[in-house]
């Protein structure tokens, strides 16, 4: 599978672990604050190596991670345990309602077919949180070891609130909660400031992350 292979090749040169600020920054200002208290057994979908599967067990959840990457699956083991397998998205062998919660953040906008993931992720579980990239310009680069044109990040979904709505209405699902989050990555800001000019673009609804809990209708 092309996927698989790329996303392999990319866990060999960029971590998704609490190294990863933007990682960190998702799950808790967004993933955490939408996370319903009766939410037990907990499935997080592409949990790339680990880090929120973590810090739900920490919480004494029942969380276990999946991800296509077999690489990744094999760093998550390594440091927190034998919670993670190796599962496409589309096809979760899980039974109808297994999980309270499911979780696929930032994993949606990288699919060629949203709407079936979504129907695979309503099947085994009885609530659902996405997080998305809000509005976020799709851009092709030219990979200068292939020469082949590529969209940035792997993004080939574009996702405003107007999407976002019609792919719960299609799988017949309702919105419960929202979070939106202006985040970004001030890499050489002290945290404090960064955090002030977060703060700031949250105010002028400069929102670049969107988490939405939904459940079936």
């Keep these: 599978m092309e996927l698989r292979k790329f996303y392999n090749e990319e866990a060999k040169f960029i971590r998704c672990d609490e190294t990863n600020n933007?990682?960190?920054v998702?799950?808790?200002?967004?993933?955490?604050?939408?996370?319903?208290?009766?939410?037990?057994?907990?499935?997080?979908?592409?949990?790339?190596?680990?880090?929120?599967?973590?810090?739900?067990?920490?919480k004494g959840l029942d969380a276990v991670g999946i991800d296509l990457s077999n690489e990744r699956v094999s760093y998550a083991r390594k440091r927190y345990g034998n919670h993670f397998g190796v599962s496409s998205i589309y096809e979760l062998k899980f039974e109808d309602n297994y999980f309270d919660l499911s979780i696929a953040s930032e994993v949606i906008e990288h699919l060629e077919d949203p709407a079936k993931a979504l129907k695979e992720l309503k099947r085994i579980s009885k609530k659902i949180i996405l997080t998305f990239p809000y509005k976020e310009k799709l851009i092709k680069e030219v990979c200068p070891h292939c020469l082949k044109r590529f969209y940035r990040s792997g993004h080939i979904q574009y996702f405003d609130q107007e999407r976002i709505e019609k792919l719960i209405k299609q799988n017949n699902l309702r919105i419960i909660k929202t979070k939106k989050v202006a985040y970004y990555p001030f890499i050489n800001f002290p945290f404090l400031i960064a955090w002030m000019i977060n703060k700031i673009l949250e105010i002028l609804d400069k929102t670049t992350y969107i988490g939405i809990l939904c459940e079936k209708n």
């Design 22 to 24: 933007d990682v960190v």
């Design 26 to 58: 998702r799950a808790k200002r967004m993933i955490l604050p939408l996370l319903p208290k009766e939410a037990i057994k907990i499935l997080d979908t592409g949990c790339g190596d680990g880090y929120l599967v973590n810090q739900l067990r920490k």
